[in-house]
C-alpha cells in the first residue's frame, strides 16, 4: 500500500507533460488536435502516466528496504515514538544508502532510477514549455484574441506543473538525496505530508485565479 501511495503521486506531472503537449500541438500543429478524440490514440496516451505508476511503484516495492528486522526500520520506529508517541511498526519504504558505513546498491539504483525518472519528466515538460512559449510568441496566422487565449492557457498549465513541483517533487526529490550525500534534511521531513497535503487545494487556487471564465 505504501509503495502504490507513492507511487500516485507520479500521476500528476504525468498529466501535465501530456497537457503540454496538447498545449504544444494547438499552436504548432492545430492539425493534430482532432487525434486527442480518437479512441485508441487515448488509449495510447493513458499508457504513459500508467507506465509511470507502475514503474514507480515496483521501484518504491523492490528498491527499498524495510522488511523483517532491517536496521532503517528499526530507527523509524523509535524515531516515530519520539515525534508522534506513536510507534509504526509496519508500512516503512526505508532508503538506507550507508549500512554499516557500507554503501547499499539496491537502494542506490532506486534512488538513480527515481531521480532519471523525475528528471526526464521535469526536461520534456519543460522543453514543450520552452517550445510552446516560442511558438505562441511567433503565431502571426491567429487571431489576437485566439493568441491571447493560448497564452492564457500557457501561463495556467505552466501554474499547474509548478504546483507539484514546489509541493511535492522538491520535497521529495530533497528528503530521499539529501541522506545519501550525508546532508541534513532540517525539517523536511516533517514537512513533505504538510506540503503534500496543499498541493490539491493549491492546484485548484490556481485555476480559479488564472482562468477567469471558469469562475
Request: glycine share 4%.
Amino acid at each position: 500500500i505504501a509503495s502504490f501511495y507513492c507511487a500516485c503521486f507520479t500521476v500528476p506531472f504525468a498529466l501535465m507533460v501530456i497537457h503540454f503537449v496538447y498545449r504544444f500541438w494547438s499552436i504548432r500543429y492545430p492539425q493534430l488536435i482532432p487525434l486527442f478524440s480518437n479512441k485508441k490514440f487515448i488509449a495510447a496516451v493513458s499508457c504513459y502516466p500508467i507506465v509511470a505508476l507502475i514503474t514507480w511503484h515496483l521501484l518504491a516495492f523492490y528498491g527499498t528496504t524495510g522488511e523483517g528486522d532491517d536496521a532503517g526500520k528499526i530507527i523509524l520506529q523509535a524515531e516515530s515514538r519520539n515525534r508522534h508517541g506513536k510507534e509504526m511498526r509496519e508500512g516503512w519504504l526505508v532508503m538506507n544508502h550507508w549500512e554499516n558505513g557500507q554503501l547499499n546498491v539496491r537502494v542506490f539504483l532506486c534512488l538513480a532510477s527515481v531521480d532519471v525518472v523525475m528528471v526526464v519528466s521535469f526536461s520534456i515538460a519543460s522543453t514543450l514549455a520552452g517550445l510552446t512559449y516560442h511558438y505562441i510568441k511567433r503565431a502571426d496566422t491567429i487571431s489576437l484574441q485566439s493568441n491571447n487565449m493560448q497564452f492564457k492557457l500557457f501561463i495556467a498549465v505552466c501554474a499547474q506543473t509548478f504546483v507539484p513541483l514546489i509541493f511535492v517533487y522538491i520535497p521529495y526529490f530533497c528528503a530521499i538525496n539529501f541522506p545519501f550525500f550525508r546532508l541534513p534534511i532540517f525539517v523536511i521531513d516533517d514537512a513533505c505530508m504538510i506540503l503534500t497535503s496543499c498541493f490539491p487545494a493549491w492546484d485548484a487556487v490556481i485555476m480559479i485565479v488564472l482562468m477567469k471564465d471558469y469562475r
